[in-house]
């Protein structure tokens, strides 16, 4: 198993940034491809952005591309979600997610992970 904490969430200007944090465990960390996922009131849950277990590929959904950017520190556990440029339609729960179950290719192609955090609310205004 996998336990993924958020943190980093709040609330922030249109225009602001946030970075957000996931700390992983259970597992050792650089084995895990990570993910990003946010749902807003009412809608679908949405992937956001994704990065591979040795940082060395990413991927964005378009709405966030060059705005935010993933990254992790695997000494840490950690990966982050830095936010930039925020927008009112930005607002949502954010969700970690992992997996070591799937190849990177197949993250990439099916968009979907095995294990879930809580999730951090952010909200924008406008």
């Known amino acids: 198993q996998v336990q993924l904490v958020e943190s980093g969430g709040g609330l922030v200007q249109a225009g602001g940034s946030l970075r957000l944090s996931c700390a992983a465990s259970g597992r050792a960390f650089s084995t895990l491809h990570i993910g990003w996922f946010r749902q807003a009131p009412g809608k679908d849950r949405e992937f956001v952005a994704a990065i591979s277990w040795s940082a060395q590929s990413t991927d964005y959904v378009e709405s966030v591309k060059g705005r935010f950017t993933i990254s992790r520190d695997n000494a840490k556990n950690t990966v982050y979600l830095q936010m930039s440029n925020l927008k009112p339609e930005d607002t949502a729960v954010y969700y970690c997610?992992?997996?070591?179950?799937?190849?990177?290719?197949?993250?990439?192609?099916?968009?979907?992970?095995?294990?879930w955090g809580q999730g951090t609310q952010v909200t924008v205004s406008s």
């Open positions: 997610t992992a997996t070591y179950v799937k190849t990177w290719l197949q993250v990439l192609q099916s968009r979907r992970f095995d294990f």
